[in-house]
């Protein structure tokens, strides 16, 4: 069954193909226009999307010498997102679906996301807790099967977007995460002391609002040549406070749950400062394992809806042409 998978919710436009399961393409085009902005514009963002998602699908099923007329079956994310680029994803697979004559299958963006540990040789037993780490949400999830219950979310800003804004008051370019994890690898975690925060009367939430802040009034505190000077260290201990605030949260939700398979996922799995200090949890619980998704699989791709909407697909589901993009798609609000 050869699977076509569409991913445009944010400015990533990304095509990917699947094959019984296989990955053979996973074409990502990311959008450069909105550098300059520091931030995505959602217009350029959904007028890029038309630009480019024809030559990224046309190249994806080239790398993976497959013919349009071969595919199976389509899955595209319908949301979360930006309205006017999930429109344009969606309106595409509806089109290929019609043409050809094939079921498509609508994918909520953050379930992609739980799939990316799924493809290639990682073999997750259930039940297991995913952390969801992205430029737009953070979150912990008990998983079992396609039963999803969320654990834990941010009251405010998610990890991802700390880290842009971070990296905006450093006078840092967009994506900032990238950026302060470059510097960091030459700065000292330690300097500076920023704020690991917790949520009251909700243990299991994340906040990363304050941590924005105290770095904002840190940098206020400091001239141009020290921050320039003292660049490394900021980046560093702020980045440390960001990643020891996902590991605190999930250290107790491991020793409460007593769940020892962890995925992680997102964008910010792709930190490696984050991925060193996750592991070190498995010197505390030696029944724990954690996976992460390859690099190339954190970030928004076509490859985790395509693996999404291949497990649907051999279940006999399918969308209604009437699918409608959902900009505030959610999995699950049901709490422990």
Same mark, same amino acid.
Request: glycine residues 8%.
């Given at each position: 069954?050869? &699977?076509? =998978?569409?991913?445009?919710?944010?400015?990533?436009?990304?095509?990917?193909?699947?094959?019984?399961?296989?990955? !053979?393409?996973?074409?990502?085009?990311?959008?450069?226009?909105?550098?300059?902005?520091?931030?995505?514009?959602?217009?350029?963002?959904?007028?890029?999307?038309?630009?480019? !998602?024809? %030559?990224?699908?046309?190249?994806?099923?080239?790398?993976?010498?497959?013919?349009? %007329?071969?595919?199976?079956? &389509?899955?595209?994310?319908?949301?979360?997102?930006?309205?006017?680029?999930?429109?344009?994803?969606?309106?595409?697979?509806?089109? +290929?679906?019609?043409?050809?004559?094939?079921?498509? +299958?609508? +994918?909520?963006?953050?379930?992609?996301?739980?799939?990316?540990?799924?493809?290639?040789?990682?073999?997750?037993?259930? #039940?297991?807790?995913?952390?969801?780490?992205?430029?737009?949400?953070?979150? &912990?999830? %008990?998983?079992?099967?396609?039963?999803?219950?969320?654990?834990?979310? $941010?009251?405010?800003?998610?990890?991802?977007?700390?880290?842009?804004? =971070?990296?905006? &008051?450093?006078?840092?370019?967009?994506?900032? =995460?990238?950026?302060?994890?470059?510097?960091?690898?030459?700065?000292?975690?330690?300097?500076?002391?920023?704020?690991? #925060? *917790?949520?009251?009367?909700?243990?299991?939430?994340?906040?990363?609002?304050?941590?924005?802040?105290?770095?904002?009034?840190?940098?206020?505190?400091?001239?141009?040549?020290?921050? *320039?000077?003292?660049?490394?260290?900021?980046?560093?201990?702020?980045?440390?406070?960001?990643?020891?605030?996902? /590991?605190?949260?999930?250290? !107790?939700? /491991?020793?409460?749950?007593? /769940? @020892?398979?962890? $995925?992680?996922? =997102?964008?910010?799995?792709? *930190?490696?400062?984050?991925?060193?200090?996750? %592991?070190?949890?498995?010197?505390?619980?030696?029944?724990?394992?954690?996976?992460?998704?390859?690099?190339? !699989?954190?970030?928004?791709?076509?490859?985790?809806?395509?693996?999404?909407?291949?497990?649907?697909?051999?279940?006999?589901?399918?969308?209604? @042409?009437?699918?409608?993009?959902?900009?505030?798609?959610?999995?699950?609000?049901?709490?422990?």
């Amino acid at each position: 069954m050869n &699977i076509l =998978g569409i991913e445009t919710s944010c400015d990533e436009t990304s095509a990917a193909i699947i094959k019984d399961g296989l990955l !053979l393409s996973n074409v990502v085009y990311s959008q450069k226009i909105h550098v300059k902005y520091g931030g995505v514009v959602p217009e350029y963002a959904s007028r890029e999307h038309e630009k480019n !998602l024809l %030559n990224t699908i046309t190249e994806a099923l080239k790398i993976a010498k497959i013919d349009l %007329n071969n595919l199976d079956a &389509i899955a595209v994310t319908y949301g979360p997102g930006l309205l006017g680029s999930l429109l344009v994803g969606l309106n595409m697979a509806k089109g +290929i679906s019609i043409g050809l004559n094939i079921p498509f +299958i609508g +994918i909520n963006h953050m379930e992609g996301h739980l799939f990316a540990n799924l493809i290639g040789k990682n073999k997750l037993k259930h #039940p297991y807790i995913c952390l969801l780490v992205s430029g737009g949400h953070t979150q &912990i999830w %008990n998983v079992n099967d396609t039963d999803y219950k969320l654990i834990s979310d $941010s009251i405010d800003d998610a990890a991802g977007e700390a880290f842009d804004k =971070g990296a905006k &008051i450093l006078g840092l370019k967009y994506p900032g =995460g990238p950026e302060i994890e470059k510097l960091a690898c030459d700065g000292n975690p330690e300097k500076y002391k920023f704020p690991r #925060p *917790n949520v009251k009367n909700c243990k299991y939430s994340f906040s990363f609002s304050g941590l924005k802040t105290s770095l904002l009034y840190k940098s206020k505190d400091m001239s141009s040549k020290e921050i *320039n000077d003292s660049m490394a260290d900021l980046c560093a201990s702020y980045q440390e406070a960001i990643i020891d605030t996902l /590991i605190i949260k999930l250290d !107790l939700v /491991i020793c409460e749950q007593k /769940i @020892y398979n962890i $995925s992680i996922a =997102g964008g910010v799995a792709a *930190n490696n400062r984050f991925r060193f200090k996750t %592991n070190l949890l498995v010197n505390k619980y030696p029944d724990l394992i954690v996976t992460f998704p390859e690099v190339k !699989l954190c970030t928004d791709n076509a490859a985790m809806i395509a693996a999404a909407g291949y497990h649907k697909i051999l279940d006999k589901q399918a969308s209604d @042409y009437d699918l409608k993009a959902d900009p505030n798609l959610s999995l699950d609000h049901n709490r422990f």
